[in-house]
C-alpha cells in the first residue's frame, strides 16, 4: 500500500485529481469506478477544472460508479445519480451511455427476499457483467466510513462479496442524515458493489480526510485484515494508494507514510 499524506483537503483533492487525469491521458478510454459522499467533491471539482482549462478530455472514459440507496429514484436530490449528474457528469464531456451508477428501485420487495429477488438478482449480476464486459475497473476511487465500510460494504461484509443489497448500520443511517431532512428520510438499504467486486478493480485509489476517520484508518491500514473493517481488504491489493490528509491520518504509525 502507498499511503500518501497531504496537509489538507484541499491537497488531497488535488493529488487524487493529478493521479486520475494522468491515468486517463495513459488510457483514454480508462474504466474508472466512482465514489460518491463528501470526500470525493474537491477531486471531482478539480477533475472539471482540468477538463476546462487543462483540455482533459473524458469522451471516451466509462465510469461505474459503487452505490446507490434503496429506494430513491435517479431524479431525487439525494440520489447518487443525482449526486453524481450534479457535482461531476453535467460539467464534463462524458458520454452519457459510458455513465453506470446502479439502479436502486425495485418496487416493493420485502427484505427477506433481497437475495432471491430475481429482479434483483438480475440487476447485481447485470452490473457485474457490463464491468467484465469492459475488461474490468482500471482505477476505482474510494471513500471511507467512519466503521470503515468502502462502497456501502458495512462492518461484517464477505471480503469476497459481490454487488448486492445490504443493510444499513444505524451509525450510517446517521452519518448520511446530513444531506437529508430527517434521519427518517434516510433510505435503510443500498445496492452496492461487494468487496470482492471493487478487489478485482486493477487499482485502487481510497481517500480519507478529517479526524473522524483517523480510527478507520488506521484500522484499515494497520489492523488485521477482517469482514469487521471491509476497508482493511485492501491491505491484499497490489495497488492501493491510501491518500490522506494529516487529520485523518494523525494515528498511522508515521514510519510507513509518505508525506509531500
Ligand atoms: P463521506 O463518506 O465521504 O461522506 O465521508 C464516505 C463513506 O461513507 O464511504
Known amino acids: 500500500m502507498l499511503v500518501v ?21 495513459q488510457k483514454p478510454d480508462i474504466v474508472l469506478g466512482l465514489a460518491t459522499g463528501s470526500t470525493p467533491l474537491g477531486l471531482y471539482k478539480e477533475l ?25 429514484p435517479p431524479e431525487h436530490d439525494q440520489s447518487y445519480h443525482y449526486f453524481m449528474r450534479e457535482n461531476f457528469f453535467k460539467q464534463i464531456n462524458i458520454n452519457p451511455s459510458n455513465i ?28 457485474e457483467g457490463e464491468i467484465k464486459k469492459y475488461g474490468g475497473i ?59 467486486t471493487i478487489m478485482e478493480a486493477k487499482e485502487l485509489l481510497l481517500l480519507a480526510n478529517g479526524a473522524e476517520k483517523a480510527d478507520a484508518l488506521k484500522s484499515a491500514i494497520e489492523g488485521p485484515i477482517t469482514a469487521m473493517c471491509p476497508a482493511s481488504a485492501l491491505q491484499l491489493h497490489r495497488r492501493a494508494i491510501i491518500l490522506a490528509d494529516k487529520q485523518a491520518a494523525a494515528k498511522l504509525s508515521a514510519e510507513f507514510v509518505t508525506y509531500g
Open 138 to 196: 482500471d482505477m476505482q476511487v474510494l471513500g471511507i466510513g467512519v466503521n470503515g465500510h468502502i462502497a456501502f460494504n458495512e462492518p461484517g461484509s464477505s471480503l469476497g462479496s459481490r454487488t448486492r443489497i445490504k443493510t444499513l448500520t444505524e451509525e450510517t443511517v446517521k452519518d448520511n442524515s446530513r444531506f437529508f431532512k430527517s434521519v427518517n428520510e434516510v433510505p435503510h438499504y443500498a445496492v452496492t458493489m461487494g468487496v470482492g
Open 48 to 72: 472539471i477544472r482540468l477538463y476546462k482549462n487543462d483540455g482533459l478530455d473524458f469522451s471516451k472514459v466509462v465510469t461505474f460508479n459503487l452505490d446507490e440507496y434503496v429506494g430513491l
Open 5 to 25: 499524506v497531504r496537509e489538507n483537503y484541499d491537497a488531497v483533492s488535488r493529488k487524487g485529481a493529478e493521479l486520475v487525469a494522468s491515468r486517463i491521458r
Open 100 to 127: 453506470y451508477v446502479p439502479l436502486g428501485m425495485f418496487g416493493d420487495i420485502k427484505i427477506t427476499s433481497f437475495e432471491t429477488d430475481p429482479k434483483i438478482v438480475q440487476l447485481c449480476e447485470w452490473y
